[in-house]
């Protein structure tokens, strides 16, 4: 059984994430995928003499910052001893900081994490929510083995950037998806984006479905599709096309 592992303040985040969509069924256990998610609550981790998980900066400064000692203490108790991983515990696991320090998460970069750790006999995978103005750097030294952003902007806490992480990259896992060409003909594949998808009625306020797409012609199918990928890339997303030419 693939883990992966959420150091959290707010557990209940990712409730929908499990509860809901094509990688909540793979998550309940519902798909041939066999991966597991399992929430630390931070707040449970803190010393007795001491109610908060985070304190003022040293230097002084804007807002509070995440203890390193409450942290390693979640790590430790909530993930290694918990989940029966001993003292080799960094051969075992591999931690996970999303935080704009990081390279930015995109299509290729989420199929090379998910070839990483989509084998059973991968690292399981621990995933550290900061919230605040961020986490003692002496955590981030010692414990993360890789920081993910999402792209320059703020977000309150790391929940949903790990919710988006997450999500993304257990589509290329193996046994989630019904089709693995689901995956394959997705936008960003190939530098593009996907052709357009028409369902029924046939007719929608006196639009019809372009009539290739019900000929039974399969080459002709496919040949459109190509044409109108490139064409809503170039009209959208021109960028995408010049990453093939570098």
């Not at 998550?27 to 066999?34: F, M, P």
């Not at 001993?86 to 199929?111: A, M, S």
Request: with cysteine.
């Amino acid at each position: 059984m693939k883990k992966i592992w959420i150091i959290t303040l707010f557990p209940n985040y990712f409730d929908s994430l499990i509860n809901f969509g094509i990688t909540g069924s793979a998550l309940r256990g519902e798909r041939e995928a066999k991966i597991e998610i399992k929430t630390v609550q931070l707040r449970n981790y803190t010393p007795k003499d001491y109610k908060g998980v985070d304190d003022s900066p040293y230097g002084g400064g804007v807002g509070m910052v995440m203890r390193a000692d409450v942290l390693k203490e979640a790590l430790l108790k909530g993930v290694v001893q918990d989940g029966g991983y001993g003292e080799d515990f960094r051969q075992k696991l591999h931690i996970v900081f999303p935080g704009p320090r990081g390279k930015t998460w995109n299509n290729e970069y989420c199929k090379d994490f998910a070839a990483r750790f989509s084998v059973l006999d991968s690292k399981d995978l621990v995933f550290i929510c900061g919230r605040y103005e961020g986490i003692d750097e002496r955590f981030l030294n010692l414990y993360v083995d890789e920081q993910i952003s999402l792209g320059d902007f703020i977000l309150t806490g790391g929940e949903i950037p790990t919710m988006a992480i997450i999500d993304s990259a257990l589509r290329f896992f193996n046994g989630v998806l019904g089709k693995r060409e689901s995956a394959d003909q997705e936008s960003f594949q190939s530098n593009m984006l996907e052709h357009p998808q028409y369902t029924r009625p046939k007719v929608f306020d006196g639009v019809e479905v372009p009539e290739v797409l019900t000929s039974g012609h399969h080459q002709n199918i496919e040949k459109y599709q190509r044409e109108e990928a490139m064409r809503i890339t170039r009209l959208h997303r021109p960028d995408l096309l010049e990453k093939d030419k570098k």
